[in-house]
């Protein structure tokens, strides 16, 4: 049940001369799917300073072809895919770091007391925060996944065209 009054549209409020500036309904411009993947290929060679590594590169094309697919990549979410490829990559780099042996702690006789933590724990641990926190927003979990609008499929399965001829009968 919707609040308040019904909307009027624009074109009956400059038929009856009610059309205030203020009261206009502004459309919003909604950007245009990619449905071509040499876009996508176009970008990535603009972006070599943004993707500098292969594997930076590969992430990208992967998740691009796979948001293409689905139908939900426009031009506005590169950037943003782009980011999310970088923070991958810098944490499977920290990954690689952190199988390096431990950097131990010594005393004043020169005994091993501890290990130090290495940098890279933390840098890894905020750069797959931040990776899983933009991978959220394209529906890279399995939670995010369900939210995400795919195309709607406009073929009808036999059962529904059986159903179809039913109810045209009855």
């Given amino acids: 049940m919707p609040k308040g009054r019904p909307r ?3 074109e009956t409020k400059q038929l009856r001369g009610t059309d205030q500036p203020c009261r206009i309904q502004k459309k919003t411009v909604k950007p245009e799917q990619i449905t071509d993947i040499s876009q996508v290929q176009k970008f990535i060679g603009i972006s070599k300073r943004i993707l500098p590594t292969k594997r930076a590169r590969d992430i990208f094309a ?3 072809n796979q948001l293409q697919a689905l139908g939900v990549l ?3 979410d590169l950037e943003q895919l782009a980011l999310y490829a970088v923070s991958v990559d810098f944490a499977f780099s ?7 042996p431990p950097i131990p702690r010594h005393d004043k006789d020169g005994e091993v007391i501890g290990y130090v933590t290495r940098p890279e724990v933390d840098m890894c641990r905020k750069a797959i925060e931040q990776s899983n926190l933009i991978g959220t927003q ?7 996944r369900q939210r995400i609008a795919t ?3 406009t073929e009808k399965n036999e059962w529904d065209q059986l159903a179809d001829k039913i109810n045209e009968k009855g």
């Fill in 94 to 100: 920290c990954i690689k770091k952190l199988k390096e």
């Fill in 138 to 144: 394209f529906g890279f979990t399995p939670l995010s």
């Fill in 151 to 153: 195309r709607e499929n």
């Fill in 62 to 64: 992967s998740k691009a």
């Fill in 74 to 76: 426009t031009e506005l």
């Fill in 8 to 10: 009027i549209l624009d």
